[in-house]
């Protein structure tokens, strides 16, 4: 009975502890979300004609607009019109977008945050840069046309 009484008493005292205060330390973050402010849709004309002016900074011709618009309207798939439409743009000799730096990671966040300036009217947020940033970094084969090309695909181009 007296093992029982001092094992008990052993794990008793060794099982109560005073409980420490631990405070956390969090700076308040606000959180936005950039595209969430986005609500008109770009009408067809103004897709084709925005999109005409960030690759090749000059202003569409009437008869160029008039043929895209009519292809545009034509065809069933609109999703897959505009990234024809962009992809033919993209592969023009004439086109006036800036080409990455990649000297140094400077350099990458400039061209980065320049696109999404042209293209979105907004800075990108940190992890779209990073992201962005990271992709560039690690894969030399990828082209000033395929980042636009994947920045003017995505569903936020198509709002304003």
């Not at 052993?10 to 986005?38: P, R």
């Not at 033919?88 to 140094?104: A, G, V």
């Not at 966040?109 to 992890?127: G, I």
Request: aromatic letters at 14%; glycine letters at 2%.
């Amino acid at each position: 009975m007296r093992k029982v009484i001092f094992i008990l008493s052993i794990l008793i005292f060794f099982s109560c502890k005073k409980e420490k205060k631990v405070t956390y330390h969090i700076n308040d973050v606000n959180i936005t979300q950039n595209a969430a402010v986005k609500d008109h849709l770009k009408s067809t004309t103004e897709f084709i004609s925005i999109a005409y002016s960030d690759i090749f900074g000059t202003v569409i011709s009437t008869d160029k607009l008039a043929d895209l618009s009519t292809m545009y309207k034509a065809f069933g798939d609109k999703k897959l019109i505009e990234e024809m439409v962009i992809k033919n743009f993209l592969n023009e000799p004439t086109i006036q977008i800036s080409q990455i730096d990649r000297t140094s990671e400077i350099t990458i966040q400039n061209f980065v945050t320049d696109s999404y300036k042209k293209l979105f009217n907004r800075t990108p947020d940190e992890y779209e840069l990073w992201f962005i940033v990271d992709m560039i970094q690690k894969d030399t084969d990828l082209t000033a046309e395929l980042i636009y090309f994947s920045l003017m695909t995505a569903n936020e181009y198509r709002y304003y």
